[in-house]
């Protein structure tokens, strides 16, 4: 929008400055749409966590498993590593890859070049972020409720909401940190899918984590995936579930850390 003042003879055009808030609201529209517009993110942020937890109930659904000591559903037991599995794909895996394309094709530099602040860059990705781990999140809830009478203890849903998100935006942290090391848009993918899987491998998110051989749960415990999906498993762990601050913690002292990292090296130009 356009401001006109002065007399007919001395008219002059301002232009009507943005609040900050209404940039950030603006960056967050544009990324939103994108996304939106984005078939292959759309899969791997909706239809794959899905996808596996469907296959897992179907393969293992009929079983017990024993995370804490105590029997869980492998239903339940599989819908929360699912759960676990979309949030880090929404807030790592995907982000990461949105980051690094976007970065080598320049769209940053060009928007860096308008009055869009950087903080409404950053901030405009870890919200998409965080919406794509809660949209998962309820999706996946909602298909273990309906199809397979998964529910999560009444007092233990605000324990959840809070898992996830500080799970979300302490991925967002390590997206970013790890997409200013990837210097190609062609190894984005390798490299986010080569760091994430063979965590969830060895965190229990894909494995029963009692089937996992000790010295593995060992270096599993060091990285966050594992923390995230303990503190995941115990909302849903018996009738009234756990909260676990002290996984939470570890979650987010490696989101702040690569927090840290990314602020000293995201770089809006695309690397030569």
């Known amino acids: 929008m356009t401001t006109i003042t002065g007399t007919a003879e001395t008219a002059t055009i301002t232009p009507k400055r943005r609040s900050a808030l209404g940039m950030l609201g603006h960056q967050v529209r544009f990324d939103l749409l994108i996304m939106a ?6 899969f791997f942020t909706l239809g794959l966590p899905v996808l596996m937890l469907v296959l897992f109930v179907a393969i293992f659904g009929t ?6 000591g105590h029997s869980m559903r492998a239903s339940t037991y599989y819908v929360a590593t699912q759960v676990v599995f979309g949030v880090v ?8 890859n949105i980051l690094v394309i976007r970065r080598q094709a320049g ?3 060009r928007r860096r070049a308008t009055p869009v602040p950087a903080w409404a860059i950053v901030v405009s990705q870890a919200i998409l972020g965080l919406v794509g781990a809660v949209g998962i999140a309820g999706l996946l809830l909602a298909i273990g409720a309906l199809a397979f009478s998964v529910t999560v203890p009444p007092g233990s849903l605000a324990a959840l909401a809070v898992d996830i998100a500080v799970g979300a935006l302490s991925f967002c942290c390590l997206g970013f940190a790890v997409a200013s090391l990837v ?3 062609t190894a984005a993918q390798p490299v986010s899918m080569g760091l994430a899987l063979p965590l969830f491998f060895i965190s229990g998110v894909f494995i029963p984590w009692d089937l996992i051989p000790t ?6 415990s060091v990285f ?7 503190a995941v498993l115990a909302v849903f762990g018996g009738s009234t579930g756990v909260w676990r601050p002290v996984d939470l913690l570890v979650v987010g002292a490696w989101g702040l850390a690569a927090l840290a990292l990314s602020a000293r090296r995201l770089a809006w130009s695309p690397y030569t």
């Open 107 to 109: 769209l940053y530099k």
């Open 183 to 185: 210097r190609t848009e």
């Open 63 to 68: 079983g017990y498993v024993g995370p804490y």
């Open 224 to 230: 966050p995936v594992r923390p995230f999906a303990a």
């Open 215 to 220: 010295w593995m749960r060992g270096v599993a």
């Open 89 to 96: 794909g929404a807030g790592f895996m995907t982000l990461m």
């Open 37 to 42: 517009r984005d078939r292959s993110a759309r």
